[in-house]
């Protein structure tokens, strides 16, 4: 029985992580048509952002309480600056040649990585966190890490925050037709690429809070995990159905459980693959992913 | 036609994939009523439209109240008082109708004029919550209708705003126009001529992506000769029927 909490809880934590990566990438393909490759980049930028506040380079930051508060939100401001930055230099000047779009934000992803290893190195650089949320806590037996809850919470409010952006504001309700016709939208007179700045910084922001909670979880930081997490955040979009949230959130929990538990259960490795075979499988019976709509 | 144009176009020229779509289109647009845009299918009305709002890459010269708009995005000239009403109704399906009329608010020294529309359609406030694509055709029309009317804007574009609509729908539609257009210059692109007798007062005619010819409609639908060999229609069967769907509900 323990087990199973735990692996559900550890399952349910990778999800979480897999979403705040995939709600953005989701949003970006659904309002943009721009697969961005350099997602990943943004997750490593939150982390690294995170690390480097963390152990004591950013005053008033640290590895414990209030401190490690700041240095989380210094490594998501930092990630959500450069997703804004992204999108109005590379991105932006490219609209009208996606090819050469795709090509400059997998430039991007691989570029990144490299800055981060020859900045800091290529080995996994110890994380810092608070004690309180490096322990564990009892829950029907099991001893849980804490840091798969505070992810799995940091998912929800995201979830949470993006659905009452996307339904309530006026520039959730331009994204939301964006989504489905996105030339009609500037012929209502609305500047869309303000739209596109916004999802790129909302994206930005989940991804680098991803990558700032991330480092709990791993209990490290390495300049490749970003895009190997982008790997699976991009199962998750087709999954979940390109351009929708809440089709994002059911799909990363139906990943990060299935993976932890064929990890487990099979033998290590097999969980990755089973996520391709889920994957395949879904395609066959839903080509649109589980929603193919979006909030 | 003796007052200045609002909307002059001349040697309007479109590039799609490498082929032309439109060769030179010259079109005035009359200051009140409506100004009926007509041709054959596939003569280059839309694309015209399309062109003349900055949807796609166009060159040549679209003058609005006499300033050049080619090199301007489309929302900058939206913004400058145009409501568009697209030949597919470019209606957001997964949004309600009253989120897909707020998209349309623009900021203006009056507000949004919902009291006109819904006035003129009343079943848009019934249905305010209902998702959009689930109205019928013609609801989704009044949709589109309503975005253009929701603004003081100072020209409004429909594009076959008739096209696939039932007979009564389409009376309800041309009478919402005819109000519209006492306030406010209609572009209309229209294949229904009965709608263009009763509705436009000047015409252009595109063939093979160039403007053909530019007048007064009633003289043109008048023309039989000129009809039948700028448009490919007589008064035969078709027309007449259509005729009668306007002008026996009026």
């Known amino acids: ?295 | 036609m003796t007052a200045p144009a609002l909307l002059v176009v001349r040697d309007l020229r479109v590039l799609i994939g490498g082929r032309h779509i439109l060769h030179g289109v010259d079109l005035d647009v009359a200051p009140q009523g409506v100004t009926a845009l007509l041709g054959r299918n596939g003569a280059g009305k839309t694309t015209t439209v399309r062109g003349v709002l900055g949807l796609v890459p166009r060159a040549g010269s679209v003058l609005l109240d006499g300033e050049e708009t080619v090199g301007l995005p489309t929302h900058t000239l939206v913004r400058r008082g145009i409501g568009y009403a697209p030949e597919d109704r470019g209606i957001f399906a997964d949004l309600t109708v009253a989120e897909n009329l707020r998209l349309a608010e623009r900021r203006g020294a009056d507000g949004p004029a919902y009291g006109l529309v819904h006035e003129l359609f009343p079943e848009l406030k019934r249905r305010a919550k209902q998702l959009a694509g689930t109205l019928s055709g013609g609801q989704q029309q009044m949709v589109a209708i309503g975005r253009t009317l929701l603004n003081g804007n100072r020209l409004i574009i429909a594009d076959e705003p008739t096209k696939g609509l039932a007979p009564k729908v389409v009376t309800e539609v041309v009478q919402v126009l005819e109000r519209a257009a006492e306030a406010v210059p209609v572009l209309l692109v229209e294949q229904n001529l009965a709608v263009v007798r009763r509705l436009a007062a000047h015409c252009a005619v595109l063939a093979d992506g160039r403007t053909a010819h530019q007048g007064e409609a009633a003289a043109l639908l008048g023309d039989e000769e000129a009809t039948r060999r700028l448009l490919g229609v007589g008064r035969g069967p078709l027309t007449s029927r259509q005729d009668l769907t306007v002008e026996a509900d009026s």
């Open chain 1, 1 to 295: 029985m323990s087990t199973l909490v735990l692996l559900t809880m550890t399952g349910l934590g990778l999800g979480a992580l897999y979403f705040l990566i995939a709600s953005g990438l989701s949003l970006i393909f659904g309002l943009m048509d721009v697969l961005n490759f350099a997602h990943g980049a943004l997750l490593s930028i939150g982390a690294y952002g995170t690390w480097w506040a963390a152990s004591g380079n950013l005053p008033g930051a640290g590895p414990g309480g209030w401190g490690f508060a700041l240095a989380v939100l210094f490594g998501t401001a930092v990630g959500t600056l450069a997703a804004v930055v992204l999108e109005l230099v590379v991105v932006r000047p490219l609209y009208t040649r996606p090819r050469e779009q795709v090509l400059a934000t997998v430039g991007v992803g691989l570029a990144v990585p490299a800055l981060l290893s020859g900045v800091w190195g290529s080995d996994a650089r110890t994380f810092p966190g608070p004690e309180a949320l490096s322990g564990t806590f009892g829950l029907l037996g099991a001893d849980v890490p804490v840091n798969r809850l505070v992810l799995i919470a940091a998912a929800v409010v995201v979830l949470v925050a993006l659905r009452l952006f996307l339904g309530r504001t006026r520039h959730g309700l331009v994204v939301r037709a964006g989504v489905e016709d996105r030339a009609m939208v500037t012929a209502l007179g609305i500047d869309v690429r303000t739209a596109f700045t916004l999802v790129f910084a909302i994206g930005g922001c989940a991804a680098a809070l991803g990558g700032a909670l991330g480092g709990l979880y791993f209990g490290s930081v390495d300049p490749r995990q970003g895009t190997s997490l982008l790997i699976f955040a991009f199962v998750v979009v087709v999954t979940g159905g390109m351009g929708s949230v809440t089709g994002a959130a059911v799909a990363a929990v139906v990943i990060g459980l299935v993976q932890q538990f064929a990890n487990y259960y099979t033998a290590a490795g097999l969980g990755d693959l089973a996520v391709v075979v889920l994957l395949a499988a879904l395609l066959l019976v839903r080509p649109r992913g589980l929603t193919g709509r979006l909030a």
